[in-house]
């Protein structure tokens, strides 16, 4: 059974700090991976997916890497700003193409002015 | 291209009542995925439907809960005789046919049970 970790529950930083949060699943045949932003009390953003055939994936300031073997992925972000405070969810397919994702429970991210 | 829809956006239904909640893909997605997030939970997969067919159900509840996706108009996820356990955020989801199989997710649908 696939399980996905993602450790701290929290994280405070200052504002234009550069960050790496992190995710770990125990089954590392995975199809892909995708990480999710969701802001209180609202529906979940897409930010990256990557294939399990991708070491990593960029958009903007952010950078997503995957290591299959090791079972980990990480969501790097750039300079971070107030407006990236939100909760970063990691999430993995892992039976094929379209099938169900498996969440971790988040990190919550406040980016202090 | 309009992204997933879902309604109602929030729903209060008293203990024993039946919760109905609906979920238009986005344009060209033929598979739509639930999932449920609880107070202080993780997102949880329950069931994932194409046009008129249950694909995976290995997450909905035995009793109460159903879902369906009629060839003509939006997914439904219904529940029976609701109990306060139920209260939670529901979320839809639609992936496209092909290609990356990426997942877009809705609003969700919060449901309040008194």
């Known amino acids: 059974k696939q399980e996905v970790t993602q450790i701290p529950a929290a994280l405070s930083v200052p504002e234009g700090e550069n960050l790496v949060l992190n995710c770990s699943f125990t089954?590392?045949?995975?199809?892909?991976l995708q990480w999710f932003r969701q802001d209180p009390g609202k529906g979940l953003t897409s930010l990256l997916l990557?294939?399990?055939?991708?070491r990593e994936q960029t958009s903007g300031r952010l950078n997503a890497s995957l290591d299959k073997s090791s079972g980990r992925s990480t969501l790097y972000i750039a300079a971070s700003q107030p407006g990236d405070s939100a909760t970063y969810l990691c999430a993995v397919s892992s039976t094929g193409a379209n099938s169900k994702l498996t969440f971790g429970k988040g990190i919550t991210l406040s980016v202090r002015p | 291209n309009a992204g997933v829809m879902q309604n109602p956006r929030h729903l209060v239904r008293r203990r024993g009542q039946e919760a109905r909640l609906r979920c238009s893909p986005m344009k060209g997605h033929s598979h739509v995925y639930w999932y449920r997030q609880l107070p202080e939970e993780g997102l949880k997969f329950m069931v994932y439907?194409?046009?008129?067919?249950?694909?995976?159900e290995s997450g909905m509840p035995k009793e109460r809960f159903s879902a369906e996706f009629p060839k003509e108009g939006p997914s439904i996820l219904r529940i029976q005789q609701v109990v306060r356990g139920d209260s939670a955020a529901y979320f839809c989801?639609?992936?496209?046919?092909?290609?990356?199989?990426?997942?877009?997710f809705g609003p969700g649908t919060r449901l309040t049970v008194t």
């Open positions: 989801a639609s992936s496209p046919p092909e290609g990356s199989y990426e997942q877009y």
């Open positions: 089954d590392s045949a995975i199809y892909n």
């Open positions: 990557i294939q399990s055939s991708q």
């Open positions: 439907l194409q046009k008129e067919n249950i694909i995976d």
